[in-house]
DNA sequence: CATCGATGTTGAG
DNA sequence: TCAACCTCGATGG
């Protein structure tokens, strides 16, 4: 799944593109129909991230709660502004923040929606433009929001479902800090939850009452970043070195989401830069590395799982 | 074209 | 602890 930075960015998605005019809610697949019903026609008035999880919030007072999971998927048609991409993910199309040349030459009457097309999931990549508008479901699309110009459909999503503002708050606050919602203040919550736990670091980082927004990828490269070995319970970590890796995931989640991409090895410039963006393989220091020499000291990336999920790490720099 | 694995969570046992 | 959820890019034939 997307970890925290693209959920972010999906949050700001629609807050450009869909707040403001009324929504036709609809679930093509038919599992959310009865939850599209409460929600057609009224108009979205917010859109905020918090973690890995997105809410919307409707004109009254009901809001859609979503979690991407594993596989989920927001695919954006129609005029939409489209961020920067990377080189290979751009196809050309993209100068500055918005998408230039997709209806040159189109034979859409003046007024239509844009045709271009945006995926948006652990990656996002521009796919090709749309044919007719609005353009039909595609595959099992479990709710469609559709405004005159705009539309996303939702795929495969682990969590799809209406909530009253007191439900939202109660599943918000289970979540443990994130950077992007409680700023410098999230630090002391962090410290404090990871500093009364008796478990593996490298299990607390992927818990998401304890600190929200971090995957699989994250959490093995913070964890290098910070040179601390993931199997060092919480109660048993520095306090400062904490104080570290909260700042650090602040940094890179705010990376993220700028880019839209994991960019966690700093200080690479020009060709290395863009390598790292085109190539997921040469985009971290240990996560997905398996065998391969450290970048640091040569010692062959250890991995192994930790609560069902895979742990990367340097065995010799990570003490 | 078939198979595998994945950036995640939930609920059953 | 494990299967299920349900999608798709990477990989191998």
Redesign the pocket.
């Known amino acids: ?4 930075h ?1 959920v972010h960015r999906i949050a700001r998605q629609f807050a450009r593109s869909f707040v403001g005019p009324p929504v036709q809610v609809s679930s093509p ?1 038919g ?1 959310f129909a009865q939850g599209a019903a409460r929600l057609d026609g009224h108009a979205i008035v917010e859109s905020r991230a918090v ?3 997105m809410f919307l919030e409707f004109d009254h007072h009901l809001w859609l709660r979503v ?7 927001w ?1 954006f048609a129609g005029d939409i502004v489209v961020d920067a991409l990377s080189p290979a993910e751009r196809g050309g199309r993209v100068t500055g923040d918005r998408v230039v040349g997709a209806n040159e030459d189109s034979p859409w009457s003046i007024g239509a929606p844009r045709r271009t097309r945006l ?1 948006m ?3 996002e ?1 521009l796919q090709p433009e749309l044919q007719e508008w609005p353009p039909a479901p ?5 709710v469609r929001l559709l405004t005159p110009v705009a539309v996303a459909d939702l ?5 799809c479902e209406v909530q009253t503002a007191e439900e939202v708050d109660a599943t918000i606050a289970k979540l443990g800090p994130d950077p992007l919602v409680d700023g410098p203040a999230g630090e002391d919550v962090f410290v404090e939850n990871v500093r009364k736990r008796n478990v593996a670091i490298g299990q607390l980082l ?3 009452e304890v600190v ?8 093995a490269e913070l964890l290098f970043r910070a040179r601390l070995d993931p199997y060092r319970p919480g109660k048993d970590v520095p306090v400062e070195l904490l104080r570290e890796l909260w700042r650090d995931w602040s940094y890179l989640l705010g990376v993220g989401v700028e880019t839209g991409q ?1 960019l966690t090895m700093d200080g690479l410039t020009g060709e290395d830069l863009d390598r790292a963006k085109a190539s ?2 040469d985009r971290h220091w240990v ?2 590395r398996t065998g391969e020499p450290c970048r640091v000291c040569g010692t062959p990336i250890a991995m192994a ?1 930790m ?4 742990l990367y790490w340097c065995p010799k720099d990570q003490t």
């Open positions: 799944m997307p970890e925290g693209s697949q599992r973690g890995k999880q979690h991407l999971g594993m596989y989920g998927a695919d995926r999931a652990e990656s990549k595609v595959g099992a699309v479990r795929r495969g999503p682990t969590a992927m818990d998401q929200a927004g971090i995957g699989n990828v994250y959490r994991m997921r393989d996560y997905h799982e609560a069902g999920r895979n």
